[in-house]
T-cell receptor, first 111, second 114 residues
């Protein structure tokens, strides 16, 4: 049983570019949450998707947007990349309000 | 905004030693969670606490949900080399909603004594 899978695992972008990160939830899970983890810090909540809608959002600018598809997979989009967006982006899935299962993350470097 | 203060930031362990770390918040949480993150991996849940005063064990790990709902601790007994990693506390704010919007501490890094 595959857990949460994320792609790509690593990527490098330059300032001003746009990036799309992808997440497939664990089998049986219907809710996807995204977190940003800067180096040496704990994860910070970006937003959560359920039934293809953004249900909750953390303190992140509108440059961060997302989408959830009918098969429950999700994308995180970041526009106009800044150096400070360099981080590990974690996707976590759950069945409704239950415990989160995290993926291994996508490491984004912005030059 | 809500913050979690986790301490210590780092610690060195020798095999067989007991380890203790804690987390405090400026506001009430109705759920406390403890995660471990290994290099190149996402956080893995160790223990979940849902009730003030609750004491829960998972093998050599024991965690408690503070009575005030503003703190939690994690103890590891008889540490072994694979305990090395970064441990995070996380809390869910005391209002309705799912566990999606967890607030994490900055982590406690466990390393082996040279």
């Amino acid at each position: 049983d595959a857990g949460v899978t994320q792609s790509p695992t690593h990527l490098i972008k330059t300032r001003g570019q746009q990036v799309t990160l992808r997440c497939s939830p664990k089998s049986g899970h219907d809710t996807v949450s995204w977190y940003q983890q800067a180096l040496g810090q704990g994860p910070q909540f970006i937003f959560q998707y359920y039934e293809e809608e953004e249900r909750q959002r953390g303190n992140f600018p509108d440059r961060f947007s997302g989408h959830q598809f009918p098969n429950y997979s999700s994308e995180l989009n970041v526009n106009a990349l800044l150096l400070g967006d360099s981080a590990l982006y974690l996707c976590a899935s759950s069945l409704g309000a239950n415990v989160l299962t995290f993926g291994a993350g996508s490491r984004l470097t912005v030059l | 905004g809500q913050q979690l203060n986790q301490s210590p930031q780092s610690m060195f362990i020798q095999e067989g030693e007991d380890v203790s770390m804690n987390c405090t918040s400026s506001s009430i949480f109705n759920t406390w969670l403890w995660y471990k993150q290994d290099p190149g991996e996402g956080p893995v849940l160790l223990i979940a606490l849902y009730k003030a005063g609750e004491l829960t064990s998972n093998g050599r790990l024991t965690a408690q949900f503070g009575i005030t709902r503003k703190d939690s601790f994690l103890n590891i007994s008889a540490s072994i080399p694979s305990d090395v990693g970064i441990y995070f506390c996380a809390g869910h704010p005391n209002y309705g909603g799912s566990q999606g919007n967890l607030i994490f501490g900055k982590g406690t890094k466990l390393s082996v004594k040279p």
